[in-house]
């Protein structure tokens, strides 16, 4: 039975791979890149080493001096390591800057817009996915650096002008918003606003991480993105790891019923393990990632890269449609969209067969186990402990699987 169970698994799972895609999205604060010689023989090398190790699908970054600065990094760095690496378009801003890159085997961007501040423009990539056709909004910032409430205000008025683009989105658009908020604490007003849900509008995000009160303390240690260094070397700051600074952020839908959905506990500081607070990310042991990744990002930059993952659905987004379904099923689900729960029973068309004890397995899009229950010929399944989104249903009874797609309301 338990191989049985196994191959049913692994068979599910086959379908779902080719039924999605999935996004592995970066952001990164290159620390003053300017693509001059002295970074192609110091830093690139360096960079090439992160990236190779992660391979992103979608590349963020801030602190790009020039046009020509972002394609150093493109043909320097990223096209090493993939040549299916290409570059949004670039525009320049009234400070540091910042580019989009991309696998074009995967995706394409054609558009990008600036969003004006009173220091940094914050800029509006829009990308779509070659196999879905879906539209992911991608908004990189920077904002006004270090702690006060002068530069709080700052940070706040910054966030006011991203909101009224997010705001005016279409109902149920996909983005996120990503790069180095240079937030200290999550009562930050910046950071309350870029959450705050009104009511009226879809412009708010979810932050993945629960980190409540200062995060500049060990106990978010895994969580702290500046600085990986504990000495001065090629500017940047120094002190070891205690600020978590660079985020990824996502659009509700995103959360919920979207085209594209976050992968739960996805993202991550690249790199930190969570044991280097005020301390470099290379001094072993580290045991994130190897002593060459860990020593690439020492010497990389000041910040470490952030990295999420999102799944790309499909269009299965709304409605109860089944792509399994067909005309001999065994097993019923009702209701189907489903709230706190559905049942799970035996069809007539099964009186011929004997009434075994059967299996019912539920998966999240990324084919993760999260629910198996026994049945003989009906039940009721409790969702309390499933968020909103779609599923996948295995039930089994040992002769024939049925699988088929679940939405939770």
Known sequence: MKLKLFLIATLFLCKVSIAQDTLHFMSYNLLNYYGSAQ??????????????????????TVEIATESSSLGFLNGVL?????????????????????????SNKYSCNSNSAIHTA?????????????????VHVFVVHLKASSGTAEEANRLA????????????????????????????STESGYERLKENTGTNEGYVIDPIVMNGTWNNSGFAQ??????????????ITGGLDDRFDLILFSSSINTNG???????????YGNDGNHFNDSINHQPNTAV???????????????????????????????????????????IYPNPARMQFIVYRSQLSECCSLTESTIMIYDLVGREILTEQFIEKKTISLKNISAGIYFMQVSDGEKTQTEKLVVE
């Open 290 to 332: 190897s002593f060459a990744v860990a020593n690439a990002l020492h010497y990389g930059a000041d910040h470490l890269p952030v990295t999420a993952k999102f799944v790309f659905v499909n269009g299965w987004a709304t409605g109860a449609g089944n792509e399994f379904d067909n005309s001999d099923q065994r097993f019923k």
């Open 223 to 236: 969580y702290h993105t500046q600085s990986p260094r504990t000495r001065s070397f090629g500017g940047g």
């Open 158 to 185: 910054e966030v006011n002008e991203l909101r009224l683009v997010t705001d005016a989105l279409p109902v149920g658009s996909s983005f996120i918003i990503c790069g180095d908020f240079n937030f200290y604490s």
């Open 79 to 103: 096209k090493k390591v993939d040549t299916a690496y290409h570059i949004a378009p670039f525009l320049p801003g009234p400070d540091t800057n910042s580019s989009l890159y991309f696998l």
């Open 39 to 60: 970074d192609s023989a110091t830093r690139n090398p360096y960079f090439r080493t992160s990236m190779a190790a992660t391979h992103p699908d979608i590349v963020a």
């Open 119 to 135: 220091l940094r423009d914050i800029n509006h990539y829009t990308v779509v996915q070659l196999q879905t056709n879906d539209t």
């Open 259 to 269: 085209p594209l959905r976050y992968v739960p506990n996805s993202t991550i500081a």
